[in-house]
């Protein structure tokens, strides 16, 4: 079974903090996404990966960048954590297959910035 | 710019029905489609994928089809059970790097 995990459940941080999440995963996946989940927003990319050292920004990369120095770990980082951050952040991979394979999701780390 | 489109927002039905959820998409160039469940607070489980070649998928009570033509796909879930209950989302891919695009999901309630 394909297995992501998230360095945390839940963080608490303050705001101007540095925060780092830590994604791994154990299946070789070329590809891996940062994702945010807001209620009545949904899902939204932040950043992906298609390979070591290699980001694109996603759809709100502002506030945020990433390290990818290993393929099977992807880190998300807010330079100077803000409230409006406070969110459910989802990791997630992918093997790069030509028809297109499944993405597989951790299991999410909540982060709440006062 | 892709927008992916889920109704309803929220199902309850009893224990037993067949249901069935749906998604639309506005721009039929996709790779792949893939739907989700997410249990409340935690991550998304991958229940399907259809590639963009393919007209359905099945496992177990779920089928999923998919229509590119005319921008939809819908979840079959056939016996209902009280465990089915999660939020279920849908996805499209746009290429093959696999970024998704998301619906806002479906809240579905399966009551015994």
Not at chain 1, 7 to 35: A, I, P
Request: hydrophobic share 30%; charged share 20%; with cysteine.
């Amino acid at each position: 079974d394909v297995k992501v995990t998230q360095s945390s459940r839940y963080l608490v941080k303050r705001t101007g903090e540095k925060v780092f999440l830590e994604c791994v995963q154990d299946m070789d996946h070329e590809n891996m996404f940062w994702y945010r989940q807001d209620p009545g927003l949904g899902l939204r990319l932040i950043y992906f990966s298609y390979d070591v050292k290699m980001k694109e920004k996603g759809d709100i990369p502002e506030g945020y960048s990433v390290s990818r120095e290993k393929k099977e770990r992807f880190s998300l980082i807010l330079e100077s954590a803000s409230t409006n951050q406070t969110s459910m952040y989802l990791c997630a991979s992918r093997s790069q297959g030509g028809g297109g394979s499944e993405q597989y999701f951790g299991p999410g780390t909540r982060l709440t910035v006062t | 710019k892709q927008e992916v489109t889920q109704i309803p927002a929220a199902l309850s039905v009893p224990e037993g029905e067949n249901l069935v959820l749906n998604c639309s998409f506005t721009d039929s160039a996709i790779y792949n489609l893939q739907w989700f469940r997410q249990d409340p607070g935690k991550g998304l489980t991958s229940l399907l994928l259809i590639q963009s070649s393919q007209r359905e998928q099945t496992s177990g009570r779920l089928n999923a089809s998919l229509d590119k033509s005319s921008g939809r796909s819908t979840l079959y879930i056939a016996a209902s059970q009280p465990g089915d209950s999660a939020t279920y989302l849908c996805a499209v891919s746009e290429g093959s790097q696999g970024n998704l695009i998301f619906g806002k999901g479906t809240k579905l309630s399966v009551k015994p």
